[in-house]
């Protein structure tokens, strides 16, 4: 008792205390435990339960490391009231029934999975066994073979010896057999027509023979041979001068031929003398299909005709040439290109002399189809002999087949707008029918644009076909910068509507002074087709070009403001001219109704002179057909009293009553002192000034011209008293109209004041009208 109460010796471990196993079990435990959480991959924290900021040395943690369960139970029995420590008991009692299910589960997975582990080992075992007594069977026969193998190699060492010597003897024989049975198979060759065989006969025996023709008998083999070799080769170059055959049987005698010795030189010069012969009858048959006489077939058979017979064939010729005369370098090299220049020319200048028949045709896909064609034909003898550059010259007809096809394109736009502008001529000169209406303005207008748009787009859709992707030269540089910017945009588009800008203008240089044979409705549309260019189609067709032509060149192109500038000032102009037009016609009537009548000895006004409603009627039917072309446009507030103001001798600035009592003939002085006076105040009329684009300018223009014509004619005539008063009579009525179609109804008022004034100033009587009169009259007119 006493040993057991003095605790464990010297010589005592930890297992032998009553403790050790109690001790030892919990921490085996917890490495059962660790191990478990590495496999399954789970943290200390996620396995204990515990959230992330608990401590872990926390003795009442259940899940920690350092739980003490007395420390845990007094702090339950501290802390908790006994219905809550009855449910900590049944919830402990639920996780331990939980933890020992999870357990079991685990246990039973873990076992599942190592039986299986050990079953494959087991399977592994045995498989391997069987390989190893397999392998050991396999070295064992192999051993015995080898053993075997040597054995037989030793007993047939000396029939193997023996039997190499006979084979050698065998084909000496043989060899020897075949040079003394030389003579005889070369004449059954020569007189079976099988030259190839003959050839490859001797070149097979040559060296030989040659090596041993010291010997007697081997000399007249040789000599016999070669006495054949002769005759075969007189009789190849026979077959080869005749020329019936064709390139690949007239190459292979050339090949026999060098094979039998030939001299290459002059056989070179024969192969292509024979070619040139067959090459230039394929273009005479070209040329005979260009011929007046018979019919020339279209450009698409044209270009497969002669692609397939004169270009094919130069493939031949060359490709032959390459193989046969290879041997000859760069001399060789250069007399075929020379040879291939010579008649690729000529064959390039028939095929040009086709291609400038299609100019006329309007169809451009049949025309592009044989280019392509023409062009992909010559791929093939281009790479063969890059030093002939056919390739580049048949870039170069098709370049400029496609610069022709623009301009015919240009030509034919040009063409186009002129027969438009004559089908606006004869609608406008057509005699109308009573009770039927021709077509107005505003749709010949439309009409000329629709089909002016309808023809650009036709010409981009025809030139668009060059630069088709399954077209073999839309590849070209040419046709992907230099064709789309300058060809296609400058050439045809920019030029077309240049050269309309241009014919536009024209009819403002015609001759005489009423504009020659040009209708003034034709120079208003086409002012009115100008400027709607210049607004928005312009612009249109511009875009449409760039989107259908990808422009990959930096060369310079007009831009969109050069043009519509261009098109505005043409506008401008034909407008101008048209109010120049206008206003000549007007004042022509004014002028003439002034220079042939009698003002000194006329009659009293009775009535408004005839000419005056002319006037009055022509500036209507002018402002209508301006109208349906062009917008209202601007005026100034108008008075009221703009109908109802009457005429004196002198201008409304003056008073009438002021001279009229006192003129005696020595007045006039101080008449025209007080009138030139007058003008230096009066604001200044500028009768050509610009014109702008709506109606009420263009108005304006058309009676300042008129009213000034009216005004130097008055200037230059004499007029009696009555002769002022219908002066006075025909201003009123004309003022009466005039003043609205005008911007400033001042303008009207300035002008026939001075035209009053001046027939005052040329009246030795100058009794005006009184203006109740003056009124009635043209009321009644």
Known sequence: MAAAAAGPGPGSGPGDSPEGPEAEAPERRRKAHGMLKLYYGLSE????????????????????????????????????????????????????????????????????????????????????????????????????????????????QDRHERITKLAGVHALLRKLQFLFELPSRLTQCVELGAYGQAVRYQGRARAVLQQYQHLPSFRAIQDDCQVITARLAQQLRQRFREGGSGAPEQAECVELLLALGEPAEELCA???????????????????????????????????????????????????????????????????????????????????????????????????????????????????????????????????????????????????????????????????????????????????????????????????????????????????????????????????????????????????????????????????????YETATISYILTLTDEQFLVQDQSPVTPVSTLCAEARETARRLLTHYVKVQGLVISQMLRKSVETRDWLSTLEPRNVRAVMKRVVEDTTAIDVQVGLLYEEGVRKAQSSDSSKRTFSVYSSSRQQGRYAPSYTPSAPMDTNLLSNIQKLFSERIDVFSPVEFNKVSVLTGIIKISLKTLLECVRLRTFGRFGLQQVQVDCHFLQLYLWRFVADEELVHLLLDEVVASAALRCPDPVPMEPSVVEVICERG
């Open 45 to 156: 924290g996620e396995t204990a339960g515990r959230p992330p900021g608990s401590d872990p040395l926390d003795p009442t943690d259940l899940n920690g490391a350092h739980f003490d369960p007395e420390v845990y139970l007094d702090k339950l029995r501290r802390e908790c009231p006994l219905a809550q420590l009855m449910d900590s008991e049944t919830d402990m009692v639920r996780q331990i029934r939980a933890l020992d299910s999870d357990m079991q589960t685990l246990v039973y997975e873990n076992y599942n999975k190592f039986i299986s582990a050990t079953d494959t080992i087991r399977k592994m075992k045995n498989d391997f066994r069987k390989m190893e007594d397999e392998m050991d069977r396999l070295a064992t026969n192999m051993a015995v073979i080898t053993d075997f193998s040597a054995r037989i190699s030793a007993t047939l």
């Open 270 to 532: 024969e192969f292509l003398a024979h070619a040139r012969g067959r090459l230039e009858a394929e273009l005479r048959s070209l040329e005979a299909e260009l011929g007046p006489s018979p019919p020339a077939p279209d450009v698409l058979e044209f270009t497969d005709h002669g692609g397939s017979g004169f270009v094919g064939g130069l493939c031949q010729v060359a490709s032959a040439y390459q193989e046969l005369f290879a041997a000859q370098g760069p001399a060789g090299a250069e007399k075929l290109a020379a040879f291939t220049r010579e008649l690729g020319g000529r064959y390039f200048a028939l095929v040009e002399r086709r291609l400038a028949q299609e100019q006329g045709s309007g169809d451009n896909s049949l025309l592009v189809r044989a280019l392509d064609r023409f062009h992909r034909r010559l791929r093939a003898p281009g790479a063969l002999l890059a030093a002939a550059g056919l390739a580049e010259a048949a870039t170069e007809i098709v370049e400029r087949v496609a610069r022709e096809r623009l301009g015919h394109h240009l030509q034919g736009l040009r063409a186009a707008f002129l027969g438009c502008l004559t089908d606006v001529r004869q609608a406008l000169a057509a005699p109308r029918l009573a009770g039927k209406e021709g077509p107005g303005l505003a749709e010949l207008l439309a009409n000329v644009a629709s089909s002016i748009l309808s023809h650009i787009k036709a010409s981009l859709a025809a030139v668009h076909l060059f630069t088709a992707k399954e077209v073999s030269f839309s590849n070209k540089p040419y046709f992907r910068g230099e064709f789309c910017s300058q060809g296609v945009r400058e050439g045809l588009i920019v030029g077309f509507i240049r050269s309309m800008c241009q014919t536009a203008q024209s009819f403002c240089d015609s001759p005489g002074e009423k504009g020659g044979a040009t209708p003034p409705a034709l120079l208003l549309l086409l002012s009115r087709l100008c400027l709607d």
